[in-house]
C-alpha cells in the first residue's frame, strides 16, 4: 500500500522555494519529485539546491510535468491570474491539486472548478496554511465549548509593506492588491468562525494612484446576528518578514484575542488570550500558548494523509466560493457607496 504521496511543483515562486517546498520534503507523508519552471536555469538551481529530482523546463514545463504518471499532487504557487487554469488542467490531468489563495479571482471560477473536481473525482483544496495551526483547533473548541458564550464580533487586521512595482500584489491585471491577497485571510478566517459566509457587506478602498491596487480596505460584514470588522493594507504596518496581525472575538460573555493568527512566515511561538468574568480590561483571565510550528509542513501533512485516506480534516473550496463572492461585493460595495448582499 502506498504510504506517502508523491507531489510535483507547478514553478518555483519564492513562496515554494522558501517554504512549501521544503515543507513537503519534511512531512512524513509526503515526498517531493518534481518542478516546473519555465526559467530553465531557475529551476535547475533549485532542484540542484533543494534536491528535486526532475525538473521540467521550458514554455511545455507544465504541462509535461502534469503528465508524469508518478505524481499523485501538485501544488500551484503560480500568480493569482494563473491559479485558476492550471487547477483545472492539474485536476483534468488526474493530479489532486493544493492552490495557494486565492484559490481563483472570481466566483465563477469557483464555481467551475467545483464542477471540475466533480467531475475527476480528484481533490483540490486552497492553500490557507494558517487553518492548519492547533491555536485554530483551539479556538474553535472553545468557541464551541462556549467559553465566551455566542459570537457578537470579530475583529481582524492584516497589514504589511509592499511597494516594489514588480511584486504581484502592485499588478492589477494579476489580482493584485490588499483585498485578493491579505482580505482573502480575514474573509477566510470570520467565516471559519462563524461557520458561513456574510449576509451582506459594505466597504471604502483607497487605491494606489501608480499601481491602481486597492492598498488600504476596510469592510463590515453583516451575518445577520453577528458582525466582523476587517482592515488590510499593502502599504502598512512593518517592513520585515513578518506581517503585523491580529484577531479578536468577542462573544456574549467574554473575549478572545490572537495575537499571530494568519501568515506565519517563520515558526513562532503565539498565544490566544480569554477573557470572561474574572478578567480586567485588556487582561485576560486565561492566556493558552502555542510552541513554534511550521504551517506549511503541517498543511502538507494533512493534506497527504487525507489522500491516503486517513481522517483528518480538510476545507472544501466551496468556503473559498464564499470568499470570493465577499470579495467581489466588498469592490462593488466600495464602487457604489451601499451595502451589498450576497448571493443565497
Known amino acids: 500500500m502506498q504510504n506517502t504521496i508523491r507531489w510535483g511543483v507547478l514553478g518555483a515562486a519564492s513562496i515554494a522555494i522558501e517554504r512549501t517546498m521544503p ?138 509593506q509592499f511597494y516594489h512595482p514588480q511584486d504581484v500584489r502592485n499588478n492589477l491585471a494579476a489580482g493584485g492588491g490588499a483585498l485578493y491577497d491579505m482580505g482573502s485571510y480575514t474573509i477566510s478566517a470570520c467565516n471559519l468562525v462563524f461557520k458561513r459566509p456574510p449576509e451582506r457587506v459594505v466597504a471604502t478602498l483607497e487605491r494606489d494612484p501608480v499601481f491602481g491596487t486597492d492598498r488600504l480596505s476596510s469592510a463590515l460584514l453583516d451575518y445577520g446576528d453577528s458582525h466582523a470588522a476587517i482592515t488590510v493594507a499593502t502599504q502598512a504596518g512593518p517592513n520585515g518578514w513578518g506581517s503585523h496581525q491580529q484577531m479578536s472575538v468577542l462573544g456574549g460573555t467574554g473575549w478572545l484575542r490572537l495575537d499571530f493568527p494568519f501568515a506565519q512566515a517563520r515558526p513562532s511561538a503565539c498565544e490566544i488570550a480569554l477573557g470572561d468574568s474574572h478578567s480586567v480590561g485588556y487582561q485576560p483571565s486565561q492566556r493558552f500558548s ?55
Open 290 to 344: 502555542f510552541e513554534p510550528v511550521n504551517q506549511y509542513q503541517l498543511q502538507v501533512e494533512r493534506f497527504s494523509r487525507y489522500l491516503l485516506g486517513e481522517q483528518v480534516p480538510s476545507w472544501p473550496i466551496e468556503d473559498a466560493l464564499g470568499t470570493l463572492r465577499t470579495i467581489e461585493a466588498l469592490f462593488a460595495s466600495a464602487r457604489t457607496g451601499t451595502w451589498q448582499a450576497l448571493p443565497k
Open 23 to 160: 515543507a513537503i520534503q519534511s512531512a512524513p507523508s509526503a515526498t517531493l519529485r518534481a518542478l516546473a519552471s519555465r526559467d530553465a536555469a531557475k529551476g535547475q538551481a533549485v532542484a540542484q539546491t533543494l534536491g528535486i529530482p526532475r525538473v521540467y523546463a521550458g514554455e511545455g514545463g507544465y504541462q509535461a510535468l502534469l503528465a508524469d504518471p508518478e505524481l499523485d499532487a501538485v501544488y500551484i504557487p503560480l500568480p493569482n491570474q494563473l491559479h485558476f487554469d492550471w487547477s483545472v488542467r492539474a485536476l483534468e490531468a488526474g493530479k489532486h491539486v493544493l492552490c495557494e489563495k486565492p484559490l481563483c479571482l472570481t466566483a465563477a471560477q469557483v464555481q467551475q472548478l467545483c464542477a471540475v473536481r466533480d467531475r475527476t473525482g480528484k481533490h483540490v483544496e486552497e492553500g490557507f496554511g494558517f487553518r492548519n495551526h492547533p491555536q485554530w483547533a483551539k479556538l474553535d473548541g472553545l468557541l464551541t465549548g462556549n467559553a465566551i458564550g455566542p459570537v457578537r464580533a470579530v475583529h481582524a487586521t492584516l497589514a504589511k
